[in-house]
């Protein structure tokens, strides 16, 4: 991957809808070699797909929880089911290996704090081998991009 293929993935990372003619022109290449480099970052999984971005809150989920998660154990069965069983869970739309205190730490929506609750208590909790849950709640946005800083 070169500077060029950088380039045009910043670009569709700020506008994911815009045609290859458009792209091609604010990365300074004709159509065709874009639509091949493009083409290339697609077929080896740099690009991994395109979505819509919608604002959670509008969506109806208003509540964002950053959950970390410590296992008890650290055996392979231990692991492997619980992020087999967190993959399963709608509402966690993040799940990242972490080093330090926590193992794991999830990003969570729900529509409600009552909606919280039951999502620990009635699906978290019931995964096994959770050492630790540690919660904290975001009461605003200060920056929300999808765009890889520049090399």
Known sequence: ??????????????????????????????????????????????????????????????????????????????VQTFEREVGRMDEVLECHVMTGQTDYQLRVVVESLDDYERFIRARLHRVGGIGSIDTSFAYGTVKDSMVFPMR
């Open 1 to 78: 991957m070169d500077g060029k293929d950088r380039q045009i993935i910043r670009v569709l990372q700020r506008d994911g809808r815009m045609s290859n003619q458009d792209l091609a022109e604010a990365v300074n290449l004709s159509p065709s070699p874009c639509l091949r480099r493009l083409r290339n970052l697609e077929k080896d999984g740099v690009i991994l797909g395109y979505a819509a971005r919608v604002d959670a809150r509008a969506y109806g989920l208003p509540i964002t929880a950053f959950v970390r998660i410590r296992l008890e154990r650290h055996d392979e069965a231990t």
